[in-house]
């Protein structure tokens, strides 16, 4: 069984910090997403990286998929409180049938 | 747009009682999931099903049991509850295509087993 491993699994900043998660894996993703969950709510799709040096801008995140397709990192720039909640990466592997391993998840605070 | 509805929200059972987790999806999605989440554990995918009249054992099994006799409708059995079970359990739905899967997820029921 691969092992997909966040880090770190919880990170308290202040409003107007930058951060960044990890993702990395011992295997090579074919794909791999990054999810949001808030409170009480199901994981909300962020992005999908298919190819090894990938880079995704979605407003003030910045998603990149290493060369090896083997990890993956999640940056936010200029964090706001409404950026609270659990960051996940789920990724694909090649000899998996296609299902989605998730990672264990960052736990993001944002206090103003 | 209704999506992947989950009920109930909330439920406590007692240890050996059972119950179905209802999961209906209304986008037509070929492929629908139940996973549990536990802190600290990310999700794990319990069963999975492809199509109607399909269903696969996925990570963590055990203790569950599913059918899927339409498109739209995905419920998850437990028989024999115990406090292992203790969990939010999340059941999602995708539409295959030739890229990777997207996933859309219910809102979760919270179960306690005591």
């Known amino acids: 069984t691969q092992l997909l491993e966040q880090s770190p699994q919880f990170l308290s900043i202040q409003e107007g910090e930058n951060l960044t998660v990890y993702c990395n894996s011992s295997?090579?993703?074919?794909?791999l997403q990054w999810y949001r969950q808030e409170p009480g709510e199901g994981p909300v799709l962020l992005v999908t990286?298919?190819?090894?040096?990938e880079v995704k801008k979605l407003k003030r995140l910045t998603f990149q998929f290493g060369d090896a397709r083997k990890d993956s990192s999640l940056h936010i720039t200029a964090a706001q409180t409404g950026d609270t909640g659990l960051y996940l990466c789920a990724g694909v592997y090649y000899n998996q049938g296609g299902k989605l391993i998730f990672g264990q998840g960052t736990e993001l605070s944002v206090k103003p | 747009n209704a999506g992947v509805t989950q009920t109930p929200k909330f439920r406590i059972l007692k240890i050996g009682q059972s119950m179905t987790l209802q999961c209906t999806q209304d986008m037509n999605h070929n492929y629908m999931y139940w996973y549990r989440q536990d802190p600290g554990m990310g999700l794990k995918l319990i069963y999975y099903?492809?199509?109607?009249?399909?269903?696969d054992k996925g990570e963590v099994p055990n203790g569950y049991n599913v059918s899927r006799s339409t498109t739209e409708d995905f419920p998850l059995r437990l028989e024999l509850a115990a406090p292992s079970q203790t969990s939010v359990y999340f059941c999602?739905?995708?539409?295959?295509?030739?890229?990777?899967?997207?996933?859309?997820f219910g809102s979760g029921t919270q179960l306690s087993v005591l």
């Open positions: 990286v298919v190819t090894g040096g």
């Open positions: 999602a739905s995708s539409r295959p295509g030739t890229g990777p899967e997207k996933l859309f």
């Open positions: 295997s090579v993703f074919s794909s």
């Open positions: 099903s492809v199509g109607a009249g399909i269903t």
